[in-house]
């Protein structure tokens, strides 16, 4: 079992950053693969970014990549996502996940185990 933790939300305005952080605790932490996704009212989970184990290899949805970073830090079992340049459109609850299937997983059935989700809201 993982159990996963995200912080970081809130309400920024467009052009600003935010960055969200997800603690994990459980099992080896570094034998998942991490990614972020997001979800508004009345649509599917969407694919945002995932990181390998090792953190040397990412991938990000084309609607955020040059805008979002995501990162790993094992020795504090925490992933991170920095968003950068935030549109109105990016706002939704953003939720961190591990899959121990590896790298590089877009489908959210892929993910084994999730957080319980941070808002994040941005204004125009």
């Known amino acids: 079992q993982v159990q996963l933790v995200e912080s970081g939300g809130g309400l920024v305005q467009a052009g600003g950053s935010l960055r969200l952080s997800c603690a994990a605790s459980?099992?080896?932490?570094?034998?998942?693969?991490m990614g972020w996704f997001r979800q508004t009212p009345g649509k599917d989970r969407e694919f945002v970014a995932a990181v390998s184990q090792t953190g040397a290899s990412t991938g990000y949805a084309d609607s955020v990549k040059g805008r979002f970073t995501i990162s790993r830090d094992n020795a504090k079992n925490t992933a991170y996502l920095q968003m950068n340049s935030l549109k109105p459109e990016d706002a939704a609850v953003y939720y961190c996940?591990?899959?121990?299937?590896?790298?590089?997983?877009?489908?959210?059935?892929?993910?084994?185990?999730w957080g319980q989700g941070t808002q994040v809201a941005v204004s125009s």
């Open positions: 996940a591990a899959t121990g299937r590896g790298f590089y997983y877009t489908a959210s059935a892929d993910y084994d185990y």
């Open positions: 459980g099992r080896a932490f570094n034998a998942y693969g």
